[in-house]
C-alpha cells in the first residue's frame, strides 16, 4: 500500500508551518533584537537629520588593550562626536548613573544588566584617546528603544524617545569642517572592519573578559530608590582617570570652589557644566587616601 497519499495531504501544511516558526524563534532572539532596534535608529537619523551637517558611522569596533570595544552609532557634527549606546529592552527599568548594573524587570522576572553609561563611557574615552578631541567635544548618548518605562529619575542623555530633538538641541559649534573631516577619516582609518568575523571576535572576548569573573557587590552610592528616597553615600577610591559623572556618565574635570564656605576646596565637576552640574566632593578616608564621595 503506497501511503504516500496518505501522508502528502499532512506534510503540506508543515511545509508552511516549518518557516513561520523558524521566523518566529529569530524575532525573539536577542541579537535580532538587537538588530531590529539598531535598524531603527539608523532610519530615524538617516530621515531626520541633514546628511551634510551630521554624518553617521555604523558598527564602529575599536581595538583597546582588552581586546575591542564596540560603538553602535557614532554621529560627527560640527555640533559634536556623539557617541550613541542602544539598549533595545522593555518592562521597568531601574538604574542610577552611579551604580555599576541597572536592572530591567519584566512582571516578577529582574535581569540585571551594565550601567549602559559606564559602558559607553569606555566608548568615549577610546574615541578621545584615537582623536586627541576635548571631553566638551564629545557626548554620550543612551537610547532604550522598546517599550520599556523608566522607573527612576535618569539624566537627559538617558532616553527611550527623543533622540533626533536631543541632537538638535545642541547647538553650540565645536568642531570646524576640517576637524570634521579629520575626525571621520581617522575612525574609519582605526576601527576594524565591519564584518561578521569582527563581530564574532569581538563577543568572543567580552565572553572571555567577563563571562567568568565573579560579579562585584554594588556601590552603596546615593541613589533615589523606586520611592526617591535617597541610600547611604559611601566613597570609592579615586583612580587616575577621572571619574565618571554621575548625572550624565560623562567625564568630570578637578575645579575649585570659588565662593561660599568651601571656598578654596577643590571637587570633581562634570566637564558638561553648565548643561549638567554634577559634581563629587573629594575627602580623607581614616588612613589618608585620597576618596571621591559619589554626592550628586
Not at 523558524?22 to 530621515?47: H, Y
Not at 533615589?224 to 577621572?242: C, F, H, N
Not at 567625564?251 to 578654596?264: D, F, I, Q, Y
Not at 577643590?266 to 576618596?291: D, I, N, V
Amino acid at each position: 500500500m503506497d501511503f504516500t497519499t496518505l501522508i502528502a495531504p499532512l506534510l503540506s501544511p508543515l511545509g508552511y508551518l516549518l518557516p513561520l516558526l523558524l521566523i518566529a524563534i529569530l524575532i525573539n532572539t536577542p541579537w535580532f533584537k538587537g538588530m531590529i532596534g539598531e535598524w531603527f535608529i539608523n532610519v530615524s537619523i538617516r530621515l531626520f537629520l541633514d546628511q551634510r551637517e551630521y554624518h553617521l558611522l555604523k558598527d564602529v569596533t575599536l581595538p583597546i588593550p582588552q581586546g575591542s570595544t564596540q560603538i553602535d552609532h557614532v554621529i560627527v557634527s560640527r555640533f559634536g562626536i556623539f557617541v550613541i549606546e542602544t539598549k533595545n529592552m522593555k518592562g521597568w527599568i531601574f538604574g542610577n548613573p552611579a551604580h555599576k548594573s541597572w536592572t530591567q524587570q519584566i512582571y516578577r522576572r529582574k535581569h540585571s544588566f551594565q550601567n549602559p553609561l559606564h559602558q559607553n563611557h569606555l566608548h568615549m574615552m577610546t574615541l578621545k584617546s584615537l582623536l586627541g578631541v576635548s571631553d566638551h567635544q564629545l557626548h554620550s548618548v543612551i537610547c532604550f528603544i522598546g517599550d520599556c518605562t523608566f522607573k527612576t529619575p535618569m539624566p537627559d542623555n538617558v532616553m527611550n524617545r527623543g533622540l533626533v530633538r536631543y541632537i538638535k538641541g545642541k547647538t553650540t559649534q565645536v568642531l570646524t569642517p576640517a576637524q570634521i573631516t579629520r575626525v571621520v577619516e581617522t575612525i574609519q582609518q582605526g576601527r576594524l572592519a565591519p564584518n561578521w568575523q569582527t563581530h564574532r571576535q569581538h563577543v568572543a572576548q567580552l565572553k572571555a573578559r567577563h563571562g567568568g569573573a565573579p560579579r562585584k557587590p554594588l556601590s552603596a552610592a546615593a541613589v533615589p530608590d523606586e520611592q526617591g528616597i535617597p541610600s547611604p553615600v559611601s566613597a570609592q577610591p579615586l583612580s587616575d582617570q577621572p571619574p565618571t559623572c554621575p548625572r550624565c556618565g560623562n567625564a568630570m574635570v578637578l575645579r575649585t570652589a570659588s565662593r561660599g564656605e568651601n571656598r578654596g576646596n577643590q571637587f570633581w565637576g562634570c566637564s558638561e557644566y553648565p548643561t549638567c552640574r554634577g559634581m563629587l566632593t573629594l575627602g580623607k578616608t581614616r588612613h589618608g587616601a585620597t576618596t571621591q564621595d559619589t554626592r550628586a
